[in-house]
Nanobody, 125 residues
Framework: QVQLVESGGGLVQAGGSLSLSCAATGGTFSNYAVAWYRQAPGKEREFVGTISWYDSSTYYADFVKGRFTISRDNAKNAVLLQMNNLKPEDTAVYSC??????????????????WGRGTRVTVVS
């Protein structure tokens, strides 16, 4: 059984950067498509971006394009979310989800194989 654990969240000033990690145990993460989501206080969870299991191509929500980057760290069996130029509206709990041998379509939240519990990011101005 695969377990996903997010880490790297914290408090950062606007304009700063954070790198989140989604680490997997119980499986070879390079065989999984992984997506990041976030849920701000009082709001619905929203799609942030995804990385393909097949060729590690990435796709992002419009509101993070050019600021966030998803990549793999296969040595650590993890997927990273590098967040630059953070804004107060990026404040949320960030979670990762994964599918084995199935890419995660943009804006998809249902039918995913595994979810992590999330890590909190707070951006202050």
């Amino acid at each position: 059984q695969v377990q996903l654990v997010e880490s790297g969240g914290g408090l950062v000033q606007a304009g700063g950067s954070l790198s989140l990690s989604c680490a997997a145990t119980g499986g070879t993460f390079s065989n999984y498509a992984v997506a990041w989501y976030r849920q701000a206080p009082g709001k619905e969870r929203e799609f942030v971006g995804t990385i393909s299991w097949y060729d590690s191509s990435t796709y992002y929500a419009d509101f993070v394009k050019g600021r966030f980057t998803i990549s793999r760290d296969n040595a650590k069996n993890a997927v990273l979310l590098q967040m630059n130029n953070l804004k107060p509206e990026d404040t949320a709990v960030y979670s990762c989800a994964a599918n084995l041998y199935r890419d995660i379509l943009v804006n998809t939240q249902d039918g995913l194989d595994y979810w992590g519990r999330g890590t909190r990011v707070t951006v202050v101005s």
